[in-house]
Each structure stands twice: as C-alpha cells, then as structure tokens.
C-alpha cells in the first residue's frame, strides 16, 4: 500500500472530517472510496466512448429493424407519453 501526502484547504478538510464521522469511518476510507467512485466514472467514459469509436450505424439500424413495432404494455409508458 502506498502513502500519499494530500494538501487540502481547510474547510474542505473540515467538512471531510464531519462527512467521515457522521459516516462512521475514517477520513482515510472516504477519501479512498471517493477516489474509487471518480475512476470508476472516468474509466466508464472512457469504455463507452471507445464503445461507440467500434459501432456503426448500419449495425444499429439492422438489430433495430429486429425490433417488433408493437405500442409498449400500459405498465411501461412513461407518465404523460401516448
């Protein structure tokens, strides 16, 4: 595990600590799955804009044309959609 020195303003680091302590954990572990959460975001970026660099839209409307055209069932209308 790596150690890694932080410099944070002061009412950032105050809300930090009352944020970690209202959660029950230390400023180490919320600081640590902030982290993770923002790379996960970031990598998933990433993953569907390269996603989407592959796809075509040939391909898109061939599996559409697959699609039955039928109206959705009541329960998956959106409220106000007809």
């Known amino acids: 595990m790596s150690t890694l020195s932080v410099r944070l303003p002061d009412s ?6 009352a944020l970690a302590a209202k959660e029950g ?5 919320l600081i640590n799955s902030a982290v993770a959460e923002k790379m996960a975001a970031l990598m998933t970026v990433e993953y569907l804009e390269s996603r989407a660099r592959r796809g075509a839209r040939t391909k898109f ?4 044309s697959k699609v039955a055209d039928i ?11 007809k």
């Open 12 to 17: 950032l680091h105050k809300r930090l600590s």
């Open 25 to 29: 954990i230390s400023i180490n572990q």
């Open 61 to 64: 409307d061939e599996a559409l």
């Open 71 to 81: 109206a959705p069932e009541d329960v998956d209308r959106l409220e106000g959609a």
